[in-house]
C-alpha cells in the first residue's frame, strides 16, 4: 500500500439537475460542495432559478442567494468568488442543448 501521488480534489463543487421548458428554468436541484462541512443544498437558491431563463443573469441572482451573508475567514477567501463562477458554469453546463 502507498500513498496517492496526488491529491486533488475541488474546492468548490455543484452537481444539479435543471429543467428547461419553453425557454425557462422549470425545476433545479443544486448540491454545493466545498462551501459547508458537508454536501448543502440551499432551496432559496434553487427557487432563485425557477421561471427565469438559463443565462448568466439567472446565475448571479441564485449566486447573490447563495452568498448573502458569506464571510471568508481570511485563507478561504477566495471561496466567495470561485463559488459565484462554479454557479455560472455549472447552469451553464445543465442546461447547454447539444
Known amino acids: 500500500m502507498r500513498d496517492r501521488s496526488s491529491y486533488a480534489f475541488a474546492l468548490v463543487s455543484v452537481a444539479g439537475a435543471v429543467a428547461v421548458e419553453d425557454g ?14 458537508r454536501p448543502w443544498r440551499d432551496p432559496a437558491v434553487e427557487q432563485a432559478l425557477i421561471g427565469r431563463m438559463p443565462d448568466r443573469a ?5 449566486a447573490d442567494v447563495l452568498l448573502e ?15 459565484r463562477r462554479t454557479l455560472r458554469r455549472a ?8
Open 58 to 62: 439567472a446565475a448571479d441572482a441564485a
Open 91 to 98: 447552469l451553464r453546463s445543465l442546461t447547454e442543448t447539444t
Open 69 to 83: 451573508g458569506a464571510r471568508g475567514h481570511g485563507d478561504n477567501d477566495f471561496k466567495i468568488p470561485l463559488a
Open 24 to 37: 425557462r428554468i422549470s425545476s433545479a436541484q443544486l448540491a454545493f460542495g466545498g462551501l459547508a462541512p
